[in-house]
């Protein structure tokens, strides 16, 4: 009710062709909340819950100074791929394997002991995403272990709720909220006296025709854990004049340009984030971009037609954005030729994701496959 009291004090001051967008900034608690809700009846004998997750990639971070209370923020997607998947089963202890089963099995014994729960499960993960590339394969993994138990228990949460009872979302928000629904997504920063996740201030859908490439150099790893938040404590304070120019961009640039479906605007405000935020980090990562074939991929992207290109968090993970099919399809070979050359790594193309995590249930034996 706030959400559609706030919407019409606004929209009657808007005109009528204006209001037609209003709808993409109030889903954060609407249609879209209810997409990682978990409310499940007694579990099916002999069933599995299966929980697959995007990768997602930041755009930028919006603000380093917390001049005004919040701090970090950001703008960010879920990738076209990869993904990774999880599967859980009633189980008497807690029983973890597959491809990174420690973590999992961390992730899964915080989420137990956070609701009190003094049952088990058996979990499985299937397949992982590339780990320290700037893809939050940490954090989506904890969510989708996270989701897979509370189908399990019939425990009823949010992307929020599950994100704390894990212990992730500590700067950045951007995954959780990829986790939860598709689109771009732009959350508002933390507040550092409370450990509530950085609130969802927007959500809009991408036109269909736009694609994405991303490229994954086999390149050092990006900063993680405990050596990123030694790096963030490095950093000098960024200039105010950078933070507004950031902000600037985003309310009047990048989103007015995504609902209008205008992608030349849109990766030229992206870019010009890119640009900005980069310099920020530029002291602990060597440059704008990450040195090496990260950098040199954002710049072949750039001159091979992509109107958005960037690098997602700390890298490797780069990504360039075009109109269209065969566009994408074109930068992808590019891309490939040039990580042949310079070594090795993954390349993905696709459109924007309309959903975020999956979750469906299946037989149990297809679970131990």
């Not at 971070?61 to 960010?76: E, K, P, T, Y």
């Not at 010009?272 to 980069?278: K, N, Y």
């Not at 490797?316 to 891309?335: H, K, M, N, T």
Request: charged share 15%.
């Amino acid at each position: 009710m706030q959400n559609a009291h706030l919407r019409l004090c606004i929209g009657a001051f808007m005109p009528r062709s204006s209001q037609r967008h209003l709808g993409h900034f109030f889903s954060a608690r609407g249609a879209f909340a209810s997409d990682v809700v978990s409310s499940m009846r007694p579990w099916p004998s002999g069933q599995a819950v299966f929980v697959e997750a995007p990768a997602r990639l930041h755009f930028g971070v919006l603000d380093l100074r917390g001049a005004l209370g919040r701090w970090f923020g950001g703008i960010g997607a879920a990738a076209p791929a990869p993904t990774l998947l999880v599967s859980a089963c009633p189980a008497d202890t807690l029983e973890v394997g597959g491809e990174d089963a420690d973590r999992a099995a961390a992730f899964a014994r915080g989420f137990l002991t956070h609701h009190g729960l003094q049952g088990g499960v058996r979990l499985r993960v299937h397949r992982t995403l590339p780990t320290h590339a700037g893809l939050g394969s940490g954090t989506q993994l904890a969510l989708a272990v996270a989701r897979a138990v509370s189908e399990l228990y019939g425990i009823a949460t949010d992307a929020p709720g599950l994100v704390r009872a894990v212990g992730r979302a500590q700067r950045s928000a951007i995954g959780t909220w990829t986790f939860a629904g598709g689109g771009l997504v732009l959350e508002g920063g933390r507040r550092p006296e409370t450990d509530a996740v950085a609130p969802l201030l927007a959500r809009l859908p991408f036109p269909s025709s736009w694609r994405c490439v991303v490229a994954v150099p086999d390149s050092s790893p990006g900063i993680s854990g405990t050596a990123e938040a030694a790096a963030f404590a490095q950093l000098p304070s960024p200039p105010e004049r950078d933070v507004e120019r950031v902000a600037h961009l985003v309310l009047m640039a990048l989103l007015p340009a995504l609902a209008d479906a205008d992608l030349a605007t849109f990766g030229a405000a992206l870019s010009a984030i890119q640009a900005i935020t980069g310099r920020w980090f530029a002291p602990v990562q060597g440059g704008t971009f990450a040195p090496g074939p990260s950098e040199e991929l954002v710049i072949r992207m750039a001159a091979s037609g992509a109107l958005g290109v960037g690098q997602s968090s700390w890298g490797p993970a780069v990504y360039g954005i075009v109109d269209g099919e065969d566009a994408s399809l074109r930068l992808a070979e590019v891309v490939r030729a040039l990580l042949a050359k310079s070594g090795a790594g993954a390349v993905y193309e696709g459109p924007f994701r309309t959903d975020g995590a999956r979750v469906w249930r299946a037989r149990a034996h297809a679970a131990a496959r």
